[in-house]
């Protein structure tokens, strides 16, 4: 919880308490720093395009702290001056003539804060989210509702009317307004990167240098992109620590890298959404500037999201002779399914995501590496706005973190297409960072016309579901007739039942590679423990090469989408029914015994290797 609490509180400026009491009440741990909904991501959004252009500000966009809640989004601002650009926003008309602000935004006091909100017609309503809010507090002693009282005075005498009260109706407009002249058209289709820059304030003056940021946006042919033109004064740009915090999907914005160009006195970095939904880019340049306006540089902190320890340092250098070592205790271990198994690669994706994170939970580096299926292309974007007239760019595949694991563990995940030179790259650099490697989805064997020597796994495990093996034949008129009994049918040995077996899941194709062992899933409602003729089978399948390297539990599928996690459950999460966590850590234990003659931790004490940036020339 200390690692957890720190990692988010450096990007939220949220307090330690604040922290530890909102990630009590999780129950998964895959994203500490929570999005926001598509309504309420519309109206963050908005604020931030607001407050990114406010000159003199000390802190990024002017926001001290950015506190998640369940119903929104709690702001402490540095300055009257911040709230005060807000108010910029708010719509108001006169009786004859154009409107001007966000028409739809409104405004009230809440206590001592104000309180932003849209109107149901101004964004696409859904029953499962709560209305969208953003709450602002300003400095210590400083009066919000007279700033807004003043505000308002000032809107009355120029002859408009105010219409931010949401206690005042107002119908919408009869026709939809131009998308250059409508803010809240124009950022719907990027609302998540803007809402994630809103939540995340306290990344910027966490770097080398900071002197300030400015926010804007740019409308393009693939939608609405996001600029931050960032003053550094004296050292280095830290494009690397800045690049791996919006990376990653834990903590950070979840985006992709598309380029990276830096120069002495010029960095420019292009990131984009990983999810089709979002269409924008996000930009980032970083210039040198001679002085802080502001005064004294703060010195950069260690951000325990990327690993940073005390003594800001990234990447971490090996030291010399220690290539040779992790070379040799690195290994991939390649999960197949058999030809009649019906698993498939996301079956498999999430066995070994638990197995990884069993492993990593116990002080191991573990990679990931996913390979994707074949894809023709087909399926139109009809999510596309009609002014959106041309495709995202594509990124670089690079490693991403899928889990934050007690130091030194680690747990990475890589997607790469399915072709011999991009997999064969990808292990090249899986060997040299981490201990364990998994690779899935990758052609497997089964089919002698398409191996290729390019690539080849340490060890090749076949997962299938951990039935009780076949003891009868049963007579032909009992198999379509009535259940049969336990005397029924004729009687197979161990080792008969092990050759049917093996037959019938083995024995339609020829593998080329071998395979090192069987790993069976049981489901919840199975016995742990298999019986004595099972073992008896398990004995005889081993004097035919492929032994049955242990059993691990398999739930079946995952609920995914909103208000659920992007990833499956695994042992690095507190203890949640129906999965056995203290089942799922055991049973890692033991295959990691069996494979290896150890059990998972003989690296703990030792520094981690790190996870490589990327993988050359690869793009999806």
Not at 102 to 111: A, F, I, N, Q, Y
Not at 115 to 129: D, I, N, Q, V
Not at 361 to 389: F, H, I, K, Q, Y
Not at 460 to 481: D, E
Request: one cysteine or more.
């Amino acid at each position: 919880m200390d690692q957890l609490s720190n990692a988010a509180c450096q990007l939220t400026g949220e307090s330690l308490e604040d922290v530890r009491r909102r990630l009590g009440r999780l129950d998964r741990f895959d994203q500490l720093v929570p999005s926001a909904s598509r309504e309420q991501a519309l109206l963050e959004a908005a604020l931030a395009s607001a407050l990114g252009n406010v000159a003199g500000q000390t802190r990024p966009f002017g926001v001290r702290e950015a506190k998640p809640v369940e119903e929104g989004l709690v702001l402490r601002l540095e300055r009257a001056a911040d709230a005060q650009s807000l108010f910029k926003l708010l719509p108001s008309h006169a009786k004859k003539g154009p409107w001007r602000g966000v028409r739809g935004l409104t405004v009230e006091m809440d206590g001592a804060r104000l309180r932003f909100g849209l109107r149901p017609w101004a964004f696409e309503a859904s029953w499962r989210s709560p209305a969208p809010t953003v709450w602002a507090t300003g400095p210590h002693g400083e009066d919000l509702s007279a700033l807004l009282a003043a505000h308002t005075d000032q809107v009355t005498a120029s002859g408009r009317i105010a219409q931010w009260d949401p206690l005042r109706e107002e119908r919408g407009p009869g026709r939809r307004e131009p998308v250059e002249r409508s803010l809240l058209r124009k950022i719907i289709v990027s609302c998540a990167m803007g809402s994630a820059l809103l939540r995340r304030p306290r990344l910027w003056d966490s770097l080398t240098g900071y002197a300030g940021v400015r926010l804007s946006t740019d409308m393009a042919g693939h939608g609405l992109d996001w600029s931050i033109e960032r003053e550094v004064v004296g050292g280095g740009f830290d494009e690397g620590r800045l690049i791996a915090v919006l990376e990653d999907s834990i903590l950070g914005f979840g985006l992709r890298l598309l380029d990276h160009v830096c120069g002495p006195e010029r960095c420019t970095v292009r990131m984009a959404p990983r999810s089709p939904v979002c269409r924008g880019v996000l930009t980032i340049r970083s210039s040198r500037v001679p002085a802080s306006p502001a005064g004294s540089i703060p010195d950069p902190r260690p951000l325990t999201a990327i690993g940073d320890g005390l003594v800001v340092s990234r990447p971490r250098h090996r030291e010399p002779g220690t290539e040779l070592e992790d070379a040799k205790r690195s290994s991939v271990v390649q999960l197949v399914d058999a030809p009649s198994g019906g698993l498939g690669r996301d079956h498999l994706a999430r066995v070994a995501e638990r197995i990884a994170a069993a492993w990593a939970a116990r002080g191991l580096a573990v990679g990931l590496l996913l390979v994707e299926e074949s894809s023709m292309g087909l399926g139109g974007d009809r999510d596309r706005p009609e002014w959106v007239t041309a495709p995202m760019p594509k990124g670089i595949s690079r490693w991403t973190r899928l889990r934050l694991a007690p130091p030194p563990g680690q747990l990475w995940s890589l997607k790469v297409p399915n072709t011999s030179d991009t997999i064969s790259a990808a292990l090249r650099h899986a060997r040299g960072a981490f201990d364990r490697v998994f690779l899935i989805g990758a052609y497997d064997g089964w089919m002698q016309a398409m191996a290729s020597p390019k690539w080849a796994a340490d060890l090749r495990i076949l997962v299938h579901h951990a039935q009780p093996f076949q003891r009868r034949i049963p007579f032909p008129g009992k198999i379509t007739g009535e259940a049969m009994q336990a005397t029924d049918g004729v009687p197979l040995t161990p080792a008969e039942s092990a050759i049917q077996w093996r037959s019938e899941n083995l024995g339609r194709s020829v593998c080329t590679h071998p395979l090192s062992g069987l790993l069976l899933l049981a489901g919840s409602e199975e016995a742990v423990d298999p019986d004595a003729f099972d073992l008896a089978v398990e004995e005889q399948l081993a004097r035919h090469g492929t032994p049955v390297l242990g059993r691990f539990p398999d739930h079946n599928l995952i609920i995914r989408g909103l208000r659920h996690s992007v990833h499956p459950p695994t042992v690095l999460d507190p203890q949640a029914q129906p999965l056995d966590h203290e089942y799922m850590a055991a049973a890692a234990d033991a295959l990691h015994q069996r494979l290896w003659g150890s059990p998972p931790f003989t690296t703990v004490g030792r520094p981690a290797p790190q996870a490589p940036s990327e993988v050359p020339s690869l793009s999806s």
